[in-house]
């Protein structure tokens, strides 16, 4: 069985510590573990082999964590340029593999907690696929939550999927105890799923076929914006498990969590004797039930409870419990402004390394970079900037126009602006150096590239 992990999404309710270039999945949050990587150990319980569905960025993300992990795994990625949704994710994911495969598809941005109901519940799933079905999951509630949709259900038949409810609504499904939260997790073989998604989507099944008949293949299925972008946006639920007569449903209970708000992480975080989930660095003094993300700089807490204090490099959140759903609206005010604050780090992980902003004011801006051993940046000219380089340790390999040189801890080297140039480490250890940029815009966006081994030109 394949296991199709989904890494879409940039979870904008945990903004600041999850944003575009690093969402909440690849954010180590759980004993220096991420929810991506939690899927993974997870589901190599019982399935052969991964496949990941993510955008470019995420691509280097997830191939690092899985490294990480040591768990001798060579997973296949297919790359969308843009995402369209649930729909044609799983249908590219089930146009890669045999007809007849089983598929287990999973969001990478879930905690469960219990993993012997857990396997127990993915057995059931498999039976029910093998004989031809969609299987999906749902979630026993332990309470009245109205920011899930829900499956009502007879057994494993499935009677209906339900919007997200009002209140009341919710705390009726509670008690009738035949409704399930809609986990966004299924299992079924790709042909059958495909041949379903024909007869009730069958413009996203085309525009999915055409598509992937024209991807890019190598050590990534890649594809290509324009028939990326000519697929209909939707979810499979709206696509597929709505419509489809040959739906089922594995009751779980698992301990599941979305962890879709500061409010649920806060839920599944250590505490302290008084409820608050601290760092090392924290002074409370008759503080209760605050939720605190940060290890930075000291946080020091007096006669306040029930807050949420997130503390990042160059962002700093504090709200009352309860208000994690309006942190949405901070981020699509911030993007009207322009800001960069909803899309990267001041640590920013590049497939060749990481970069770190340690100053940026109008007109220079100044970087700790660190390239990784036999890694080497894009072919590439700037606009509006020129760019220092002083080595701090290792030997960087510096091409300028048609000049290539070594420059060594305690030298440095002149970009002008305009300039071709590269920059690579071909040594065995980590390439550290600080890059100062000077000119009229020092955005991330004034890269032209001319060749990049991570194909991002």
């Not at 795994?73 to 007849?100: K, M, S, W």
């Not at 219990?114 to 079905?133: D, F, G, P, R, T």
């Not at 698992?254 to 660095?281: C, Y």
Request: charged share 25%.
């Amino acid at each position: 069985m394949i296991n199709v992990i989904l890494c879409g999404g940039s979870g904008t309710r945990l903004w600041p510590i999850s944003r575009t270039l690093l969402p909440k999945q690849f954010v180590p949050l759980f004993s220096g573990e991420s929810l991506f990587q939690k899927t993974v150990e997870r589901n190599h319980a019982f399935c052969s082999d991964f496949l990941i569905v993510s955008n470019q960025e995420q691509y280097f993300l997830a191939l690092d964590q899985m490294q990480d992990l040591n768990l001798d795994l060579t997973p296949q990625f297919v790359l969308e340029p843009v995402g369209r949704n649930t729909a044609p994710a799983i249908a590219l994911a089930c146009l890669a593999v045999d007809p007849e495969e089983l598929v287990f598809v999973t969001p990478s941005d879930h905690l469960i907690k219990n993993q012997v109901a857990y396997e127990q519940a993915v057995n059931s799933a498999i039976e029910l696929a093998q004989q031809n079905k969609l299987v999906t999951f749902g979630i026993k509630p332990h309470y009245a939550e109205t920011g899930f949709g829900y499956i009502e259900a007879s057994g494993d038949d499935v009677l209906s999927f339900k919007e997200k409810p009002s209140k009341d609504i919710a705390e009726s499904y509670l008690v009738q105890g035949n409704y399930y939260w809609n986990s966004g997790m299924f299992c079924f073989k790709a042909g059958v799923f495909l041949e379903e998604l024909k007869q009730y989507a069958e413009e996203i099944y085309n525009a999915s076929v055409q598509a992937f008949a024209k991807t890019e293949k190598g050590e990534f299925l890649r594809i290509p914006l324009p028939e990326m972008q000519a697929i209909p946006e939707d979810s499979i639920d709206y696509a597929v498990m709505e419509k489809s007569r040959n739906v089922k449903v594995v009751p779980s209970d698992i301990d599941w969590s979305d962890v879709g708000s500061f409010e649920s992480l806060n839920e599944e975080l250590p505490k302290d004797e008084h409820g608050n989930t601290r760092t090392a660095q924290s002074i409370l003094l008759n503080a209760n039930n605050n939720l605190i993300l940060g290890d930075q700089r000291l946080i020091s807490l007096v006669d306040v409870d029930d807050l949420m204090i997130i503390d990042t490099d160059d962002a700093l959140l504090i709200a009352p419990k309860g208000s994690g759903q309006k942190i949405k609206q901070v981020v699509e005010q911030l993007k009207r402004q322009g800001s960069e604050l909803p899309v990267i780090h001041q640590t920013a992980h590049r497939p060749w390394g990481t970069y770190t902003i340690l100053e940026s004011e109008d007109k220079y801006k100044i970087k700790r970079i660190v390239v990784k051993p036999g890694k080497r940046l894009s072919l590439q000219k700037h606009l509006h900037r020129s760019e220092h380089w002083v080595v701090v340790s290792g030997t960087a390999t510096v091409t300028i126009g048609e000049q290539t040189q070594l420059v060594r801890p305690n030298e440095s080297t002149y970009i002008p602006i305009g300039e071709i140039h590269r920059l690579e480490n071909k040594g065995k250890l980590d390439l550290v150096l600080i890059e100062a940029q000077v000119g009229e815009y020092t955005g991330e966006d004034d890269i032209i590239r001319f060749e990049d081994n991570y194909g991002r030109i």
